[in-house]
């Protein structure tokens, strides 16, 4: 008899039939106890303020300031282009629709190549990119895995983890398309500068923040519209966070299977924020603009960036999507040296609808 069998006879023999269900039971429930609120990968509470930040956050206010000054000056150098590019492209829309006589159209279903093809606005995103981010405190990028850096992979995956992500890929790759929340085509600058690179914005499931944002640049079909922006123009990186958010702790959430559904090879990119008075890791801080201006507090922020072999799908992998996300999330988290958790953009929007959160020392939780 084996060693589970045997010890399952003897508790058998001591509590008898009906006893031993209960107990089974009983130890089923307490492996399926909920983990604690605190244990959220989207809370943080293992970089509160303490004596030395809270004095950072007030000798260094002035050079915030300056931060967020240099911040609005690139925006603005990025955004002036970015809306011109956009508003012409809209032109030739307009005419392209009139021409096809389509009166219920959306203008976004029309071919896109004018704004695919923007050398305009790649010319000045990569050093505002890369000026934005010194203003944000990260004063130089250490990148590992250059020769990783190839282009026989269109879409490039990357594990999310603030705002500065995509900033990153902007300043290392210049100019690329990518998937945002439907919410981002909506927000000040970002949003011109996001549909001048000719962005997919997508609602994402169970988010409110998504759903209010404008049907005219929201896609209807993510998955199809990935794979259509994929073949037509392969030239083109797509960046992708599989993801669908950010959060605060070091683990990996669930992948979406959108950027694997064309079965093609993606190039895996990790980011490594180190810190240790503060987590610029974006998940549900006490206060959104409280976040930024910690961030811009910091004497520097470090960031280290790497490019992973480019991943080539199996036959299996390119028939069941899943399989292909759950690896690939499998090979970055192995990078990564973190865990792979379950949850997803799902249980942010539950603390954010209930107002869970940090407090503004850090300490302990608000709103449970």
């Known amino acids: 008899m084996c060693g589970s069998e045997e010890v399952h006879a003897r508790m058998a023999e001591m509590f008898g039939g009906k006893a031993l269900e209960d ?9 399926q106890e909920p983990q604690p609120m605190s244990s959220s990968p989207f809370l943080d509470l293992e970089h509160p303020i303490g004596a030395y930040e809270a004095t950072k956050l007030v000798l260094l206010a ?5 931060r967020l000054l240099g911040i609005v000056i690139c925006f603005l150098l990025i955004w002036i282009p970015s809306r011109v590019h956009v508003a012409m492209v809209g032109m030739r829309k307009k005419k392209k629709r009139k021409t096809m006589e389509a009166p219920s159209t959306d203008l976004d ?14 010319w000045f995103v990569k050093p505002c990119a890369r000026a934005l981010l010194f203003f944000s405190g990260f004063l130089w990028i250490s990148v590992k895995g250059r020769h990783h850096m190839k282009r ?30 439907a919410g981002v085509s909506e927000l000040p600058f970002v949003g011109a500068i996001a549909r001048s690179l000719n962005y997919l914005f997508v609602q994402r499931r169970n988010s409110a923040g998504d759903q209010g ?13 990935l794979s259509a922006r994929v073949r037509a123009h392969p030239e083109r990186v797509l960046v992708v966070a599989p993801e669908g958010t950010t959060k605060s702790a070091d683990c990996l959430l669930q992948f979406r299977r959108g950027a694997f559904v064309p079965g093609i090879p993606v190039q895996p990119v990790i980011f490594r924020y180190r810190c240790r008075h503060f987590n610029v890791g974006w998940g549900v801080p006490c206060n959104d603009l409280f976040h930024v201006y910690r961030m811009l507090c910091q004497v520097v922020n470090h960031v280290e960036v790497e490019f992973l072999e480019v991943y080539v799908p199996s036959a299996e992998e390119k028939e069941d999507a899943s399989v292909f996300a ?25 603390l954010r609808e209930q107002g869970i959160r940090p407090n503004w020392r850090g300490t302990r939780l608000a709103g449970c």
């Open 213 to 225: 944002a404008s049907h005219r640049h929201r896609t209807q079909d993510p998955q199809a519209a």
């Open 109 to 122: 279903d029309l071919p896109d190549d004018d704004l695919a093809t923007s050398r305009v606005v790649d």
């Open 326 to 350: 759950q690896r690939v999330r499998e090979r970055m988290a192995g990078a990564l040296g973190c865990g792979l958790v379950e949850e997803s953009v799902r249980e942010e929007n539950v």
């Open 152 to 181: 026989n992979a269109t879409i490039l995956v990357f594990n999310h983890i603030t705002f500065a992500d995509p900033v990153m890929l902007l300043a290392l790759l210049g100019g690329h398309s990518g998937v945002a929340k």
């Open 23 to 31: 107990v089974e039971e009983a130890l089923r429930s307490v492996s």
């Open 62 to 66: 002035p050079v915030a300031f300056l």
